[in-house]
Nanobody
Framework: QGQLVESGGGLVQAGGSLRVSCTAS????????MGWFRQAPGKEREFVAT????????DYADSVKGRFTVSRDNAKNTVYLQMNSLKPEDTAVYYCAAGYFGPTWDKYLYWGQGTQVTVSS
């Protein structure tokens, strides 16, 4: 049974940058497409970005396009989300997920526990 663990969340000022990571253990996810989602208090889970198994294809939510970049290092079993030009509305718990390429959260097979990202104005 595989496990995904997010890290790198924290508090950052608006306009700043942060990189969150998702590291897999227990099995390799190098052949799995991966995704990032976020959920703010009182709101539904929201798609952020997705990446195919090799990293050659990515897709983003319109709200983060041009500011966020998803990438992966299969040798390290890790997926990254680089977040630039952060806004207060980016504040949420960020989750990584594995097993599907696309924005539909309930098609993903594995989920991490999440990491909090807070952007102050």
């Amino acid at each position: 049974q595989g496990q995904l663990v997010e890290s790198g969340g924290g508090l950052v000022q608006a306009g700043g940058s942060l990189r969150v990571s998702c590291t897999a253990s227990g099995r390799t996810f190098s052949t799995y497409p991966m995704g990032w989602f976020r959920q703010a208090p009182g709101k539904e889970r929201e798609f952020v970005a997705t990446i195919n198994w090799s990293g050659s294809i990515t897709d983003y939510a319109d709200s983060v396009k041009g500011r966020f970049t998803v990438s992966r290092d299969n040798a390290k079993n890790t997926v990254y989300l680089q977040m630039n030009s952060l806004k207060p509305e980016d504040t949420a718990v960020y989750y990584c997920a594995a097993g599907y390429f696309g924005p539909t959260w309930d098609k993903y097979l594995y989920w991490g526990q999440g990491t909090q990202v807070t952007v102050s104005s």
